[in-house]
């Protein structure tokens, strides 16, 4: 996507309060710390991460929200690795990086994890569907075909404990709010939910521990949806949401998640979304709303980070 405008003001940043206010708003939304008997997961997409120039401050914000993770799935990473360097630099040299090389938009996808705790698996890779396979990728009512991934989902194996999980970088394609746009983007999403539960089935599976997480721009979380109907239709699940936040900061779309075959459902602790949006730059809230959200989608992120906790 084309980067965010850059505001035209400068508001006097001060790095020390605006990690007491996430800290705050942490303990306030929920989010658990970080313990030796479970495991934290996360994603986040992270605004044309290295085309939008941030402050080193900006990239400390960033990077204290990823340290609370044991591991996290972070989409929107241009190209140019210049942005998640510069939060690389930011988080505690235990943490490893990988990521994938360019695809569609310039985009590639990135997990960052605690090698303390995480180990990173054998099996890397991509949801490619060999061309032989896309007429299965078909849904009712949609007579487009369906002709791969504008971006291919970014597949990492990782071991905790005795664990090994699957997880699946998604960013989908949006387009538009266009029908043309749409059945493309539920084509693309039911490959996903096919793959997993192909792959969950198989005698030769990796790990039946499978994870698809990130920005899947979903608009609702019903039924009826396209791409919501489009993301269950072969046995995916998403965790139950206590409370009614949205995963943008416009407050009006569900476009993130963290999807999973039924086996996982019964290992969630706890999960949901983090509104950072709540607790930073109360100042600049206060002066005025509509710079407010200029600031915070160009330095920080129009998306919310969502989260799970696991008992594996």
């Known amino acids: 996507?084309?980067?965010?405008?850059?505001?035209?003001?400068?508001?006097?940043?001060?790095?020390?309060?605006?990690?007491?206010?996430?800290?705050?708003?942490?303990?306030?939304?929920?989010?658990?710390?970080?313990?030796?008997?479970?495991l934290l997961v996360g994603s986040w997409n992270i605004a044309n991460l290295g085309l939008q120039k941030r402050w080193q401050q900006h990239a400390r914000l960033i990077a204290e929200v990823l340290e609370w993770f044991d591991i996290i799935a972070i989409q929107e990473v241009n190209v140019s690795l210049e942005g998640l360097r510069q939060i690389e630099a930011e988080l505690p040299s235990h943490y490893d990086l990988i990521f994938s090389d360019k695809a569609g938009n310039n985009e590639r996808f990135a997990f960052a994890y605690d090698s303390r705790k995480i180990k990173q698996m054998e099996l890397v890779g991509e949801v490619a569907i060999p061309p032989k396979d896309h007429r299965h990728i078909k849904l009712p009512?949609?007579?487009?075909?369906?002709?791969?991934?504008?971006?291919?989902?970014?597949?990492?194996?990782?071991?905790?404990?005795?664990?090994?999980?699957?997880?699946?970088?998604?960013?989908?394609?949006?387009?538009?709010?266009?029908?043309?746009?749409?059945?493309?983007?539920?084509?693309?999403?039911?490959a996903i939910s096919r793959y997993a539960d192909l792959t969950g089935r198989s005698k030769h599976a990796f790990s039946k521990n499978i994870i698809a997480l990130g920005d899947f721009n979903l608009p609702k979380v019903e039924k009826g949806d396209l791409i919501y109907d489009a993301l269950l239709k072969r046995g995916l699940e998403l965790?139950?949401?206590?409370?009614?936040?949205?995963?943008?900061?416009?407050?009006?779309?569900?476009?993130?998640?963290?999807?999973f075959l039924p086996s996982i459902k019964k290992k969630i602790m706890a999960n949901g979304i983090f509104?950072?949006?709540?607790?930073i730059f109360p100042d600049l809230w206060q002066e005025s709303t509509s710079k407010f959200k200029k600031y915070t989608k160009y330095y920080i992120s129009d998306h919310r980070p969502i989260w799970m906790q696991l008992n594996l």
């Open 1 to 38: 996507m084309p980067a965010f405008p850059k505001p035209k003001f400068v508001y006097p940043l001060d790095i020390d309060k605006e990690i007491e206010h996430l800290k705050t708003h942490k303990t306030k939304r929920g989010v658990p710390d970080k313990l030796d008997t479970a």
């Open 141 to 190: 009512g949609i007579t487009r075909k369906f002709t791969g991934f504008d971006r291919n989902p970014y597949l990492v194996s990782f071991q905790w404990k005795n664990s090994l999980l699957i997880l699946i970088n998604v960013h989908s394609f949006f387009g538009s709010e266009s029908k043309f746009d749409m059945e493309r983007r539920a084509l693309e999403t039911y």
């Open 239 to 259: 965790p139950n949401h206590s409370s009614k936040i949205y995963s943008n900061i416009n407050d009006d779309k569900m476009y993130d998640q963290i999807a």
């Open 275 to 279: 509104d950072f949006d709540g607790a």
